[in-house]
């Protein structure tokens, strides 16, 4: 799905579509972030040594969440920026000197391709995956930043609900910085939390195994409100679902902002916006 309003690609010096921003030209106070929104790999890196069918599965990019993010995009009047190469090349989720940004694993098992790397190799990928996508969210905070309020930046993920036989848990994380816990605590706060949603925090993840990096790099300094939701994946698996969490989210995320803001929020509108 892509927003109503289009979408702005970014490609790294070598021409790869590394990340891009869905619905540039939103007004509203958030800006989204999905960092395993998608699964390619390029030419030249050989499916990682992967058979095609696994880069359709989770280990290769948060199923659904796109969608997701995508959806709250409009809603929220909000840009979205995409990372479009898959976690399995880069995860822009992590820190570069964190191994498991490129992960030698995944759910489905090894990933061959990530082995044997070099700490040349490991560069390389950073130079050409990791560090497009950070300008890219930089300048878009930047540019976010001219304005009279601050942006809320807000990561969408999803996890895998089952991971080597083992059910993890609740439907949803509500993940905060260690540093930072303002945006979280009011949602947890917030008068209209839909019981079905079962919040948890910082769980399956959280900021002990460094999974809050793009809130810490890109949130933290500018002392922008952040949050990260991280969806049990077949809560998002088809369009229905994945619209009815949006437009519960959205309205949650509002509802935490108005509340520190110390604001009345208006009523919810009856339909979901037109695209």
Wanted: hydrophobic share 40%.
């Amino acid at each position: 799905m892509t927003a109503g309003s289009g979408s702005v690609p970014t490609a790294n010096s070598m021409g790869d579509p590394v990340v891009e921003i869905i619905n540039p030209d939103a007004q509203g106070d958030f800006v989204l972030v999905c960092e395993h929104a998608g699964n390619r790999i390029p030419d030249d890196l050989k499916n990682l040594g992967l058979p095609a069918h696994l880069l359709d599965q989770h280990g290769a990019l948060d199923r659904g969440a796109l969608d997701l993010a995508t959806d709250m995009s409009i809603i929220l009047d909000a840009p979205l920026v995409a990372q479009r190469v898959s976690r399995l090349v880069f995860d822009c989720s992590r820190r570069p000197s964190d191994t498991r940004s490129i992960p030698q694993h995944a759910v489905f098992g090894d990933v061959p391709g990530n082995l044997a790397l070099t700490e040349e190799d490991r560069q390389s990928r950073v130079r050409r995956f990791y560090e497009p996508f950070c300008r890219t969210l930089s300048d878009c905070l930047k540019q976010r930043l001219k304005n009279p309020r601050k942006p809320i930046l807000v990561s969408v993920h999803a996890f895998a609900a089952i991971v080597d036989g083992i059910w993890r848990g609740s439907n949803m994380g509500v993940m905060n910085d260690a540093a930072d816990a303002r945006l979280a605590d009011a949602i947890f706060a917030a008068d209209e939390i839909d019981a079905q949603l079962e919040l948890v925090r910082n769980q399956p993840a959280g900021p002990d195994d460094c999974s809050t990096h793009t809130l810490h790099e890109h949130a933290l300094p500018r002392g922008l409100l952040n949050v990260m939701f991280l969806v049990r994946g077949d809560l998002v698996g088809d369009r229905v679902a994945q619209q009815k969490l949006a437009t519960k989210l959205s309205r949650l995320l509002r509802e935490a902002q108005a509340r520190l803001e110390n604001r009345v929020l208006p009523a919810p509108p009856d339909s979901w916006p037109a695209s």
